[in-house]
């Protein structure tokens, strides 16, 4: 089981970075599949970004394609999300998820929220205009 917890969210104005961190702080043995998701205020959580547990494959939505890059680091079950040209439409609370189910191919990458089960409990970010 999977402790994961998010750290790096803040208050920004738009076009401004941020960095988000995740690390399970149980340290588990096996190294995971990751992904982070983020929920506005009134709306279903959204899929941000995900990498495969090497985190070589790695999918983004398509909202912050080209703005966002995650790095999963590969024995470990940390991933950051660096968070570029922010927008006010960004702002959200942004979870990290880890996938301990199989399948583990090194190269799969989930996309669906139904396909993690350990959550982190979030962090939030706002983007003011």
């Known amino acids: 089981q999977l402790s994961l917890v998010e750290s790096g969210g803040g208050l920004v104005q738009t076009g401004a970075s941020l960095r988000l961190s995740c690390a399970d702080s149980?340290?588990?043995?096996?190294?995971?599949?990751m992904g982070w998701f983020r929920q506005a205020p009134g709306k279903d959580r959204e899929f941000v970004a995900s990498?495969?547990?090497?985190?070589?494959?790695?999918a983004y939505g398509n909202t912050v394609k080209g703005r966002f890059n995650i790095t999963k680091i590969r024995r470990r079950n940390t991933v950051y999300l660096q968070m570029n040209l922010l927008k006010p439409e960004d702002t959200g609370i942004y979870y990290c998820?880890?996938?301990?189910?199989?399948?583990?191919?090194?190269?799969?990458?989930?996309?669906?929220?139904?396909?993690?089960?350990?959550w982190g409990q979030g962090t939030q970010v706002t983007v003011s205009s």
């Open positions: 998820a880890a996938k301990t189910t199989p399948p583990f191919y090194s190269d799969y990458v989930p996309l669906q929220e139904i396909n993690f089960q350990s």
């Open positions: 149980a340290q588990a043995d096996k190294s995971y599949a």
């Open positions: 990498a495969s547990w090497t985190g070589e494959s790695t």
